[in-house]
C-alpha cells in the first residue's frame, strides 16, 4: 500500500518544485543539516522529495507527536517520513537523535521556526535548535528560504497538489559560518547569537523580515 502511495504522491509533489536557486551550495554528500523557513504544511514533502531525486536518502526532520500520529505514528511516520518524533516529556532528546543519525551519515532539516508561520512578511523568532545540532555534529548548516502559496493547512496543501497556479521555490544559501562560536561553551548567549545569524541568513533568502 505504501509504495503505491509512493509512487501517486512522489510525482504529485516533485511537479510543485517550480524552481531550485543556489543548488551549488550543497554539500556533494551528507551529513549536513537543511534549516528553512516554515510557511506550509508540505514543506518537509517538498524537501524530501528534492533530497531522495538528488541524493537518493532520506531526510530526516524533528517533528512534533500530534503530526506524527496523523501520518500514521511513529513507525510509520519515521520510515516512510522520515519523521523524528519531539517527545513531550523530553523535548531536547531529538536532537541526540538527530545527532546520531548525522554521524550515520545522513540529511537532517530542522525548521528553527518551529511551527508553520502565514505571515507573509515576518520570521517568526524560532528557537535555537538547529544551531545547536550544527555544534554538537560539526555538520554543515545550510539556510534555506522557501517560497510558496501550496497551503497552510492539510487540505489546502492536497488540494494545491492538483492545482497549476501553486508551487514552491527553493533558495538554497551557503553554509553558515559558525567559526566564530566553535570550541565555547555552547550556553544561552551563544546559541542565540548564533540563531539570530541563522535567521538573518534565511530572511535574505526567502524575503521575509527577522526583527528579532
Known amino acids: 500500500m505504501y509504495e503505491g502511495v509512493r509512487q501517486v504522491f512522489v510525482p504529485l509533489v516533485q511537479k510543485k518544485i517550480r524552481e531550485v536557486v543556489g543548488e551549488e551550495h550543497l554539500p556533494s554528500k551528507p551529513p549536513f ?86 505571515d507573509p512578511n515576518q520570521l517568526d523568532k524560532g528557537k535555537t535548535g538547529a544551531v545547536r545540532l550544527a555544534l554538537m555534529s560539526g555538520a554543515p548548516l545550510i539556510p534555506v528560504g522557501l517560497i510558496s502559496n501550496t497551503g497552510y493547512k492539510i487540505w489546502t496543501g492536497l488540494y494545491s497538489l492538483f492545482r497549476h497556479d501553486r508551487y514552491v521555490k527553493m533558495v538554497f544559501g551557503q553554509p553558515l559560518d559558525l567559526s566564530e562560536y566553535r570550541g565555547q561553551p555552547i550556553d544561552k548567549p551563544l546559541l542565540e547569537s548564533a540563531h539570530r545569524k541563522l535567521m538573518l541568513a534565511i530572511s535574505a533568502l526567502c524575503g521575509k523580515v527577522y526583527n528579532y
Do not use: C
Not at 524537501?47 to 501520518?71: D, E, S
Not at 516529556?89 to 545522513?106: F, G, T
Open 33 to 118: 543539516i537543511l534549516s528553512p523557513n516554515h510557511i506550509g504544511f508540505f514543506d518537509a514533502p517538498f524537501l524530501t522529495v528534492f533530497v531522495l531525486k538528488k541524493y537518493n536518502l532520506p531526510l530526516y526532520a524533528p517533528t512534533v507527536m500530534h503530526i506524527v500520529r496523523a501520518w500514521g505514528g511513529q513507525s510509520i511516520a519515521r520510515r516512510w517520513m522520515g519523521m523524528l518524533p519531539v517527545r513531550p516529556e523530553n523535548p531536547a532528546s531529538v536532537l541526540d537523535e538527530a545527532n546520531d543519525l548525522l554521524r550515520q551519515n545522513n540529511i537532517v532539516a530542522i525548521f528553527p521556526e518551529g511551527s508553520r508561520n502565514d
